[in-house]
């Protein structure tokens, strides 16, 4: 088991527990990790799988969390994605490789008119959540709360990893954790993509 590369994960853990919830045992498996890689490094060891994505998922930088949430909704496509989910992954990842406002608000609305149901659309709503403010063009700037892009992350890898069958949860985690060392590492993370499951 490789840890991921400190490199874009050599943040500080402890500014990150409030926003994981872990039980005392995941506590106590993060007590005096170096960094947020060591950390993830960890919890994957302890089997503590789904901590090891969330952790990561809000000590990422917030590009390379959206980005990741993309991969992972790109590497476990449905039988049928509906084309504003499509669009909604499209923009997420188009907002990663330029932080454009106007592609950033339209992440969110596509998100809201495909209904939030799939990961392309909790990648999208990362993305908006990424982004100095949340109130509509023109407004008073509402900084969103900082560990906002940790959720929608925590949720796009979620959604992703059941997609069309439970099952594949487990195997799925592990690409997941495959594309995070990527990542981290200064890699695109792309992932092989499935056949597409039944959703």
Known sequence: MTPPHPGKLGGAVAPLLPWLALDADGQACLRGAADAAEGVARLERQGRVTDALRLAAYALPKREAVWWACMA?????????????????????????????????????????????????????????????????????????????????TGALALAAVRGDPARAAARHERFLSALRDIAAGGAGRLSVEEPAWS
């Open 73 to 153: 909704a790109r590497a476990t496509p449905p039988r049928a994605l509906v084309p504003l989910e499509a669009e909604a992954l499209q923009a997420a990842e188009s907002w990663v490789r330029r932080a454009d406002e106007a592609v950033r608000h339209r992440c969110m609305a596509l998100a809201m008119e495909s209904g939030c149901r799939g990961p392309e659309a909790w990648a999208a709503i990362a993305a908006f959540w990424s982004g100095r403010s949340i109130a509509p063009p023109g407004a008073a700037p509402v900084a969103p709360a900082a560990h906002l892009t940790g959720v929608a992350v």
